[in-house]
Nanobody
Framework: QLQLVESGGDLVQPGGSLRLSCAAF????????IGWIRQASGKDREEIVC????????DYADSVMGRFTASRDNAKKTASLRMRNLKPEDTAVYYC??????????????????WGQGTQVTVSS
């Protein structure tokens, strides 16, 4: 079993920056691909980042490419998401999630079997 706990969500002005963290408890983190998924009010969940189990591959959605940077530290069992140049449309609940898949190719939301509780990010002036 794997438990995930996100933190770092906050209210930030447009153009601002924020760093989200995800702590893993239980099984070894290196056995899982990690995804960052967000859900805005009234919208479907959107996978914005996928990091392969080794951390060698990181895939970003077009909506965050160039603004968000994801990383993981398997030894510390943590993952992080650095967000820059935030926009109002980035407002959402952000989740980290884990999949038994080793890589990101072909990964869908349904592959993520472990989810954190989510952390709210609000971008507003």
């Amino acid at each position: 079993q794997l438990q995930l706990v996100e933190s770092g969500g906050d209210l930030v002005q447009p153009g601002g920056s924020l760093r989200l963290s995800c702590a893993a408890f239980g099984n070894n983190m290196e056995d899982y691909t990690i995804g960052w998924i967000r859900q805005a009010s009234g919208k479907d969940r959107e996978e914005i980042v996928c990091i392969s189990s080794s951390g060698a591959v990181t895939d970003y959605a077009d909506s965050v490419m160039g603004r968000f940077t994801a990383s993981r530290d398997n030894a510390k069992k943590t993952a992080s998401l650095r967000m820059r140049n935030l926009k109002p449309e980035d407002t959402a609940v952000y989740y980290c999630a884990a999949s038994h898949r080793k890589g990101c190719a072909g990964t869908t939301l349904g592959d993520y079997g472990y989810w954190g509780q989510g952390t709210q990010v609000t971008v507003s002036s």
